[in-house]
């Protein structure tokens, strides 16, 4: 079964350009996650989408992050315009719905985003 | 304030020894989870144990092992007979309540404590 996966794995780009960053969760995972480490500090919690809805927005930084999951399959993350306090890495991960306990969200291996 | 807190920026160990890394959590719900994620210089963030906050027993996976103490909230995680490989940063991270009708179990997560395997 394949895992988590995200698009690109490596993105440069100069401030003030578009980025768009895909994620593809594991097949019949509901539950989407966006979280993104910027460089030194912790891993921090985006956005949740159960499906194609947007359940908890509550970490987006501000109105330049624009997340998008239609067809409830996978999603994308557009930064416009990236500002360089962007830079890191945007981790995706997924979980089944209804997981007893949440025991364990499912990761892809993240997409490190320079903005120069 | 910190919600989890990893207070070893670095750690070393020698291989084949065991070696605790801290971690305490700071939550007013009752019901939480804990979990511990590996992430090498690859990159990828690896699940390596889970702890509920019902949970009686200490959660154990192979050479993993969370030295659960409820009331001092802390979630240690143990590693057993250290492997070369073992080489990674390691997050803590709370998973807070049951989580709503959708099942929102973001994690929050501690700022890592970097392992460095010596042989």
């Known amino acids: 079964e394949a895992g988590v996966t995200q698009f690109p794995s490596h993105s440069v780009i100069e401030k003030g350009q578009t980025v768009t960053l895909r994620c593809d969760p594991i097949s019949g995972h509901d539950n989407l996650y966006w979280y993104r480490r910027v460089m030194g500090k912790e891993i921090k919690f985006l956005l949740h989408f159960v499906k194609e809805s947007k359940q908890d927005e509550s970490g987006m930084p501000n109105n330049r992050f624009l997340a998008e999951r239609t067809g409830g399959t996978y999603s994308t993350l557009k930064v416009q315009p990236a500002e360089l306090e962007d830079s890191g890495v945007y981790f995706c991960?997924?979980?089944?719905?209804?997981?007893?306990?949440?025991?364990?969200?499912?990761f892809g291996p993240g997409t490190r985003l320079t903005v120069l | 304030a910190q919600k989890i807190t990893q207070t070893q920026p670095g750690m070393f160990v020698q291989e084949k020894e065991a070696v605790t890394l801290d971690c305490t959590y700071d939550?007013?719900?009752?019901?939480?989870?804990l979990f511990w994620y590996k992430q090498p210089s690859s990159g990828e963030m690896i699940f390596l144990i889970y702890q509920g906050s019902y949970d009686q027993q200490n959660a154990t996976e192979g050479r993993y092992s969370l030295n659960f103490q409820k009331a001092r909230k802390s979630a240690n995680l143990v590693i057993s007979a250290s492997q070369l490989g073992d080489s990674a940063m390691y997050f803590c991270a709370m998973r807070e309540g049951r989580g709503s009708g959708g099942s929102n179990y973001k994690l929050t997560f501690g700022k890592g404590t970097l392992l460095t395997v010596n042989p």
């Open positions: 939550t007013s719900d009752p019901s939480y989870g």
């Open positions: 991960a997924s979980t089944e719905r209804g997981t007893s306990g949440g025991r364990e969200q499912f």
